[in-house]
């Protein structure tokens, strides 16, 4: 079984993340989301989230391409995660090029970055409403 992992935020749900999920998915067989806990969201991102991580990993259970999702607490757990779950495919938006290319190294995953899907963000949607 192909075993497939990627990493993020996930507020406020929207297509991009959609859209990422699927592709990632379709890069094998069981797809682990390691989703950012409100309090590295905060301390690592300075980002405040719209919904809890309980929501949010809620709202990440019921797409029908995630399989597992688990809690990112520390930028540092990403080697110790490809071993934990014994990791093919290291996936994330091309926001992120190259800046995981060191898991390939240490671990052997493959790294793939995907096309961020344009004109869509969590920001972008604050934003919008703010605007109305
Ligand atoms: N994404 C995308 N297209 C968008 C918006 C987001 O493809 N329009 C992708 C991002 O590239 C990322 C994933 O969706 O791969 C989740 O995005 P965020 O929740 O913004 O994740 P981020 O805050 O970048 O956290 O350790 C890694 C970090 O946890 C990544």
């Known amino acids: 079984m192909k075993r497939v992992i990627t990493y993020g935020t996930f507020d ?3 297509y991009g993340h959609i859209n ?3 592709r990632a998915k ?3 067989d069981y797809l ?3 989703l950012s806990s409100d309090e ?6 300075q980002k405040k ?3 809890s991580f309980e929501k949010r990993k809620q709202l990440l259970e019921a797409i029908r391409y995630v399989d597992l999702v688990i809690p990112e607490n520390s930028w540092d757990q990403k080697i110790s995660d490809m071993q934990a779950w014994q990791v093919d495919e290291f996936v994330m938006g091309d926001d992120w090029a190259g800046k995981f290319d060191y898991l390939a190294e240490q671990t052997g995953v493959n790294v793939t ?10 920001t972008q949607i604050k934003n919008d409403l703010n605007r109305k």
Not at 40 to 45: L, R, T
Not at 113 to 122: G, K, N, Q, V
């Open 12 to 14: 406020m749900l929207h």
């Open 20 to 22: 990422l999920l699927k």
């Open 26 to 28: 379709q890069m094998g």
């Open 32 to 34: 682990i989301v390691v």
């Open 40 to 45: 590295f969201n905060w301390e690592a991102k």
């Open 49 to 51: 989230t719209y919904f």
């Open 113 to 122: 970055y995907l096309a961020r899907t344009p004109e869509i963000s969590t």
